[in-house]
């Protein structure tokens, strides 16, 4: 019995027992980096996903399982990580734990300007492994982890040229100085241990006593500067002393909604969010008005079954929706360009050099810009969805109206309006949504810019919140401000999310409309 449950679930037992030695793997992983609640998730699923797939009862939940879980990894998880990140000081000097914090402040020294120097030999073997011979009070031989005296007569070391100072160590070659000025930024970090005194380069030429930096005291949590004597306490996860001197880097800390109390009541802070944020409504409602507008019309002109040629000319509309965005975005760049711009050169052959626009210097001509670069590629979807409501009016509405005497704005307004907003109403929220979070356009066209004088946040005039989000992650000038982005994030995510459930409300409701039309 037991043989031919395992003959028939063979392939079954060797797919989940892969699955479960992938997730060992990623939980030890995640588990030797200290990230011991993630370390379990692996296992909770590996565990839960064989129990479903091994057990008859549970067959039903085989199928829902793995979706539920990638919806966790993919969805749930980023939406609750970047929440806790909001509720944090994440950002630049406040990336790390506080104990690898202290750590790396502890691992710095420094040399006192009346320590015992050495002059030194850096020797290099073709694995890459470093050697070391220090000459001062002692010569010392630091090779393979180990360090002891040695003496210049010790045949490891050969004099290859006869100047009195060795050129090879065993299968070690001896640096020239070119050589250790490129690799200065590894060597500076080697520390050599000997009689309880530590060694680090001092100069190109010299290895000098280095003395611990810093002293960390667990009971008062403050660190003291053993060169300055300067006494440090921990200030929101920075280490700051009583004249407001701050040492990095800090470690992340708990501030609850500091960052969304900020983004309300400072002013240096709000000013410019709240500017992003109308624009942002602004930019998407114009865009959605805009690319509609253009593209009913078109529709309503391309569905005139007495225009000849209808095939060409739909054909060469949707041109701009067939050509991948971001190459367009980048063309329109350059034909926008105030000096280069073919654009600016028309206008100043057709009106002379007063005639130059600064398309994209200008805040308002540039946040015109980006309308007309979003109606240029937005207009063709608008024309598509249209154009096929159009064409599934029934005639004998617009026939009965001409009998009854209305003219061609009458119909369109009681007849093909009314009739085009029921089905594409959730379309045009959804778009709304889209150009909400368009951040290709902006950061391609324009990058947020031209720059808002005067803000502590990296804000622009053309910024939307998401790509003012991701300045603030990795463009900010006071650092990256990470946990702030990530506030505007959740802000983002409530707007987005409330846009998703007004869109499925009036789905269902124009749903119940259309059942009596």
């Not at 998730?41 to 085989?62: D, W």
């Not at 180990?146 to 004099?159: F, T």
């Not at 307004?413 to 889209?434: D, H, Y």
Request: net charge neutral; charged share 15%; aromatic share 12%.
């Amino acid at each position: 019995m037991r043989e031919s449950f395992l003959l028939r679930n063979s392939a079954k037992i060797l797919a989940l027992g892969l699955l479960c030695a992938l997730a060992i793997y990623a939980a030890s992983s995640l588990f030797i980096s200290g990230s011991y609640v993630l370390a379990a998730l692996p296992i909770l699923s590996a565990a839960l996903i064989s129990y479903i797939f091994l057990s008859g009862r549970r067959y039903p939940l085989r199928w829902l399982v793995p979706g539920l879980l990638f919806l966790f990894v993919m969805v749930l998880y980023p939406i609750g990580y970047t929440f806790l990140g909001s509720l944090t000081n994440l950002g630049t000097g406040h990336m790390l734990p506080k104990t690898q914090a202290i750590e790396q402040l502890l691992g710095r020294t420094y040399a006192p300007p009346d320590a015992d120097r050495y002059a030194y030999t850096a020797f290099r073997n073709d694995a890459g492994l470093f050697a070391f011979l220090l000459q001062g009070r002692e010569t010392i031989l630091s090779l393979g982890g180990e360090v002891a005296a040695i003496a210049l007569s010790d045949p490891r070391l050969v004099d290859e040229n006869g100047d009195g100072q060795p050129d090879r160590l065993l299968d070690y070659r001896r640096l020239e100085t070119r050589e250790i000025v490129s690799l200065l930024p590894t060597l500076q970090t080697v520390r050599i241990v000997y009689e309880g005194v530590t060694l680090g380069i001092d100069t190109l030429t010299e290895f000098k006593v280095q003395m611990p930096k810093y002293a960390y005291d667990e009971m008062t949590e403050t660190i003291a500067d053993l060169q300055t004597g300067v006494t440090y306490r921990a200030v929101e996860g920075i280490f700051t002393s009583e004249k407001g001197e701050e040492i990095y880097p800090g470690y992340r800390v708990w501030v609850g909604f500091a960052n969304y109390v900020r983004l309300v009541t400072s002013s240096a802070i709000s000013g410019p969010f709240a500017r992003v944020f109308l624009w942002t409504i602004a930019f998407a409602t114009l865009s959605v008005l805009l690319s509609f507008t253009l593209g009913l019309g078109l529709a309503i002109l391309l569905n005139d079954p007495h225009l000849r040629m209808r095939t060409i000319y739909r054909v060469l509309v949707i041109l701009p929706y067939a050509i991948p965005s971001f190459m367009t975005i980048l063309v329109w760049r350059g034909m926008l360009n105030q000096n280069f711009g073919v654009i600016n050169q028309m206008l100043m052959s057709m009106f002379g050099v007063g005639a130059r626009v600064p398309w994209l210097n200008d805040p308002w001509i540039a946040k015109a810009a980006c309308l007309l670069v979003n109606l240029w590629l937005g207009y063709p979807y608008m024309m598509i969805v249209a154009l096929g409501a159009l064409q599934s009016i029934p005639h004998e509405l617009y026939e009965a109206s001409r009998v009854d005497g209305a003219s061609r704005w009458q119909q369109f307004r009681k007849i093909t309006l009314p009739m085009l907003l029921m089905p594409l109403a959730p379309l045009l929220v959804g778009s709304f949504a889209f150009n909400f979070n368009n951040f290709n356009l902006v950061y391609l066209l324009t990058g947020g810019t031209p720059p808002v004088p005067g803000t502590q946040t990296p804000a622009g005039a053309t910024d939307i919140l998401l790509s003012y989000t991701y300045r603030l992650s990795f463009e900010g000038q006071r650092g990256n401000q990470l946990g702030l982005a990530c506030a505007v994030s959740v802000v983002i995510f409530l707007v987005i999310a409330t846009i998703s459930a007004i869109n499925f409300r009036m789905t269902g409701t124009l749903e119940e409309l259309s059942k009596n039309v």
